[in-house]
């Protein structure tokens, strides 16, 4: 697998790196194989977090990297709106230790966290900086990120402030409100760690779209297209994939082997092609289920990542097929999804999103 160096910090991370985040519905053992053959494929960054599916994310992690810790990089996170103080984050701490069965970390992020939270919670006297530093300062953690959903220009702040090694955010195709931000760091030699390269898994899609990308020569999968564009920026260390089975194992080990920056013609291309999306369909989800539970019992990801099917992949008539399953259980709506615009997806959606809107703009389309 291609290599990068991770900023300052003079570790060199495979650049296709391993999420953890949607280690569900299977068993310890069955996730702990998948790890297991990633880490023999030469994936060595893996990203997790204390609160990942239930609190079982790192507890998968660490029982499939047993036998591989001298060839992998570790990395877990707490927010601290969730771990104010400094006796909070390190009880957070020695608990993701315990589950990764790990004496150390090579990365701790503040998980989501916006500029106000830094200064008013993290970086204040007792707060989860200090008890990050003390971790750090006793071994138990080798370098400090921060992974933000907040405006550009309050991430430049945040990576102003000097105390990060590495920053994870958002950046692909659908979203590339932070390509200032990544030029930042690089200047200050700031790892950048991509989340979100296939935007919860719409751009890996076969679909009109790519298929006609494809001929182009841009790749040899939809997959492949969106992943060499997030890895043409010079300044991306590593991006992270959500990976669920032993087959995305071995696709992102293909791509990670072979990953080539687009050429110009290429990425002009692909750039006008979702310009010219954004402009007519604004945010878009990137199924981080943030916004859940709701309490209507509405899947809000599901029905916003058909939406995004017909609209951007052009898969209209499939992602009708699916929306009629839905709206079976809609009857005492109309099969319209029974939103009642409480608001607490709004509050909790790091894209911004207004779903109940674009819940509506989802029945129209689908309907």
Known sequence: ????????????????????????????KYWADIVAEAAEAGFNYFETSHRYCNSTSEEKIGAGLKGFRDRVYISTKSAPRDEPGADDVRRAIDESLKRLQVDYVDFYHLWDTKLHEFENIAARKGGTLEGIRKAMDDGLIRHLGITTHDTPENMIKLLATGEFEVVTLQYNLINRTTESVIEEAGRRGIGVIAMGPLHGGILAAQSPLFESLVRLGAGISAAEVAMRFVLTNPHVTCAISGITSSDDVKADKAIAENI????????????KVFEDFQASNGKVCTLCEYCMPCPQDIWIPGVLTLANAARLLGLVDEARRQYAAFAKGWTDSGGQAPCIECGHCVERCPQGIDVPQALKRAHELLK
Do not use: E, N, S, Y
């Open 260 to 271: 080539k920056p687009l050429a110009g013609a290429h990425l002009a291309a692909l750039v």
């Open 1 to 28: 697998m291609q290599k990068r160096r991770c900023g300052r910090t003079g570790l060199d991370l495979g650049v296709v790196g391993f999420g953890a985040m949607r280690l569900h519905g299977k068993d310890t």
